[in-house]
């Protein structure tokens, strides 16, 4: 992708009162804000997905923890990625940076959509400015052809794009030539009976949704997710350990498990929108002022 150019980036305060973020682990929190302050970040939120050179912005961090970090991301709808063209897209940068209110940065926006080569991000672009479009149809910029263009084109829901899946190796990966105690673990073993992993909070409706980087409502986990590492090494370890192997595999079937109930709690999402007669394609009420969301609850 093309050099933005840019020197900095706006990171609205408000995100740590967001309680989907929040309900992030720290590994999923730090690849979202590497990827949010990246140098490559295109006008529209978007980069390139490439986890080897991701994985140079700190020390032992390796590609296993970046996928995972990644998948948990892509499960909460924060982080879209196309693997086919190795692009991905921080799904509301768009709104929370704020340079689509300004006429021309707005149009550098519509640019750098065009410049994707992944078609469901494209659409899912569209799909989150036509948000945009509806909470504020009185600005300006909505008139620059580059933006009537824009909201013509197909908009791709963006829960409807399949989760990303990690592809490597889900064990620790050690760096090769590890610095004295990463991460600040230490060499001695941690108590055998760690406190117990918090669930997350139940997950918020898709149309009364709110807050920084809402997930409308996709998070369907009902409990918390077991340990993938075993008691005595909760941080992982590089030595052979069978405990860790078989808490890995539970691990791994309980996000298998999770991926099925997230692609079955979009179905639904888009079901409910597609059945009812009071709202548009991406679920606001039709012919309402102020525009909001439809709950599917109202009569005609």
Not at 54 to 79: H, K, M, P
Not at 226 to 255: F, S, V
Not at 273 to 287: K, M, Q
Request: hydrophobic share 35%.
């Amino acid at each position: 992708m093309a050099a933005t150019g840019k020197d900095h980036a706006r990171v609205n305060l408000t995100i740590w009162g967001d309680d989907d973020w929040l309900d992030l682990t720290p590994p999923a929190q730090h690849l979202y804000l590497v990827l949010w302050s990246s140098p490559g970040l295109s006008y529209c939120g978007a980069g390139e997905w490439k986890p080897a050179r991701i994985a140079q912005r700190a020390n032992g961090w390796g590609l296993a923890a970046i996928e995972r970090a990644a998948a948990e991301l892509s499960s909460r709808l924060f982080l879209l990625i196309d693997t086919d063209t190795e692009e991905f897209l921080l799904r509301s940068w768009i709104k929370h940076d704020g340079l689509w209110k300004q006429p021309n940065m707005s149009v550098s926006m519509a640019n750098a959509r065009a410049d994707l080569a992944s078609r469901v991000l494209r659409g899912a672009v569209v799909w989150e400015v036509k948000k945009l479009h509806r909470e504020c149809p009185d600005m300006s910029g909505w008139k620059r052809d580059a933006l009537v263009d824009l909201l013509a084109q197909k908009a791709v829901d963006p829960a409807t794009i399949p989760t990303f899946n990690p592809t490597t190796n889900p064990s620790p990966d050690p760096p090769v030539n590890p610095t004295p105690n990463p991460y600040g673990q230490v060499d001695v073993d941690p108590p055998v009976n760690p406190g117990p992993t918090p669930a997350p909070s139940p997950f918020s409706s898709l149309l009364l949704h709110g807050g920084y980087v809402s997930t409308e409502g996709n998070d369907a986990r009902s409990a918390a997710p077991p340990p993938p590492n075993c008691p005595n090494h909760p941080e992982g370890t590089d030595r052979p350990c069978g405990a860790c192997k078989t808490a890995r595999l539970a691990r791994e079937n309980w996000d298998a498990d999770q991926t099925r109930t997230e692609a079955d709690h979009r179905k639904a999402i888009r079901q409910a929108i597609n059945d009812c007669p009071l709202c548009d394609d991406i679920g606001w009420v039709n012919g309402v002022e102020p525009v909001r969301k439809c709950t599917h609850q109202e009569t005609a």
